[in-house]
């Protein structure tokens, strides 16, 4: 499994040409141009993926739904994320990000679904799962995968909150990109 710190979501998106602040934008264009649909499953950002896409005019041509599902009660109950998966890995997981994504896939019939789940801080870290701890889910009618992001501990934003969320949503929308771009090949 892939796994990304701040440092390269910040170079990943410089290398492809991107600017984090229109993200949403190319997002929304390029889904537009594609003839496809995105819907998101939020836990860690609680919609911040979902309005990011929404503040661009045009979105609701190309945007499905977006469901926060913060307990693992709407996880397993509308997402259908698998009790034991919820029980034995926890909602901060690899499986339940790939979980999440495809429930929304499924529950929306969107062509891309995409999930955060993690810990934004700055408390509710453990030594196993620390705060910044994210893996974004990801799936296509193709595939479905997670990243592992590791965004806690940055020297000048030490475990800050708004910063993991606002990377985490880059990386789940620099994902529908990159999944644009596999589809369109």
Do not use: W
């Amino acid at each position: 499994m892939v796994t990304l710190t701040d440092i390269d979501i910040i170079q990943l998106l410089r290398k492809n040409n991107l600017n984090a602040d229109t993200l949403e934008e190319t997002v929304v264009e390029r889904l537009a141009n594609n003839n496809l649909h995105a819907a998101t499953a939020e836990s860690c950002t609680g919609g911040l993926v979902s309005e990011r896409i929404t503040r661009v005019s045009g979105a609701s041509s190309v945007f499905d739904c977006g469901i926060c599902s913060y307990s693992n009660e709407i996880k397993h109950k509308v997402l259908g994320v698998n009790n034991e998966t919820l029980a034995v890995l926890g909602a901060v997981s690899a499986e339940t990000a790939m979980q999440m994504a495809e429930g929304v896939r499924k529950i929306s019939g969107a062509d891309i679904g995409i999930s955060t789940t993690g810990i934004a801080g700055p408390t509710g870290g453990i030594e196993e799962k620390p705060v910044g701890l994210v893996f974004v889910g990801i799936c296509t009618k193709d595939k479905s995968y997670a990243v592992k992001l590791n965004l806690g501990g940055n020297e000048n934003m030490v475990n800050s909150r708004s910063y993991i969320r606002r990377l985490t949503s880059d990386m789940a929308l620099f994902a529908i990109i990159n999944e644009i771009h596999n589809m369109s090949k």
